[in-house]
């Protein structure tokens, strides 16, 4: 076990500090020969029984201190990827009642997590995301060189904003999307991104019929026989 072999180590140099020491109260203080001569076992009968009760206690005491130091240790950063764990379930159930693709991918743009909403808008099953997928699988292929640019100013620390996509849905299909995302850390490290796409084509089949409109209106006064002006 990992912390099992820090307490060790702990134990161990704490015993030679003490057997360290005993041989220098032996040499400077006690007169009992060379200090380093003490060290190197050169120890009379009557004295080794001590020095090894001195270094024995002191592997214990070590043992017994950073056990309890390690062990409130371990419980912090079980305490702490608890609370990790709960805050992602917290995210995950959220993600899920949300009426867009919510999404996040790693570094490569693979997707680690999507939403129920992106699997059904897409038209992928939970297998072929377990199978992996791809963010740039998930865009028309004009679009891909523009996605990579702007993964790489998010990677250098730009913002480019909310970007306008033509996603790929699996059957071939297209749409347009607004495209939400932002750089997120683990451990103090670029890991990825996260962000959500909107589903744009109500919005622009609204501006083409508002241009519709507007070409006719302008057809028929540009047809008119009388004069027509606005001021």
Same mark, same amino acid.
């Given at each position: ?6 307490? =060790?180590? !702990? ?15 032996? /040499?400077?203080?006690?007169? *009992? ?5 003490? !060290? ?6 009557? #004295?080794?029984? $001590? ?32 609370? &990790? ?8 159930? &959220? ?10 991918? @790693? ?44 993964? *790489? +100013?998010?990677? +250098? ?13 699996? @059957? ?7 495209? $939400? ?11 990825? &991104?996260?962000?959500?796409?909107? @589903?744009?084509?109500? *919005?622009? +089949? /609204? +501006?083409? #019929? ?18 027509? =002006?606005?001021?």
């Amino acid at each position: 076990m990992k912390f099992n072999s820090r307490i =060790f180590s !702990v134990s161990l140099v704490l015993g030679i500090l003490a057997w360290i020491l005993d041989a220098a109260i032996d /040499a400077l203080v006690f007169g *009992q020969g060379p200090f380093w001569d003490l !060290v190197i076992m050169d120890v009379p009968a009557s #004295e080794l029984a $001590h020095r090894v009760l001195v270094v024995s206690l002191f592997v214990v005491f070590g043992f017994s201190i950073a056990n309890i130091f390690f062990k409130r240790e371990m419980a912090e950063q079980k305490a702490a990827k608890q609370a &990790l764990q709960e805050s992602e379930e917290w995210f995950r159930s &959220l993600a899920e009642l949300l009426p867009e693709p919510v999404f996040e991918t @790693d570094l490569t743009s693979k997707l680690t997590y999507v939403n129920r909403r992106a699997l059904d808008l897409f038209g992928y099953t939970k297998d072929d995301f377990e199978r992996g997928l791809s963010g740039f699988d998930m865009l028309s292929p004009e679009c891909r060189e523009d996605a990579r640019k702007s993964l *790489q +100013e998010r990677l +250098e620390g730009i913002d480019p904003g909310v970007v306008e996509y033509t996603a790929l849905r699996k @059957d071939g299909s297209t749409f347009p999307v607004l495209f $939400h995302a932002s750089l997120f850390r683990a451990e103090g490290r670029p890991a990825g &991104l996260r962000g959500i796409l909107v @589903d744009i084509t109500k *919005q622009k +089949e /609204a +501006e083409a #019929e508002l241009w519709a409109t507007e070409g006719r209106f302008r057809n028929i006064i540009e047809s008119s026989p009388m004069g027509v =002006f606005l001021y």
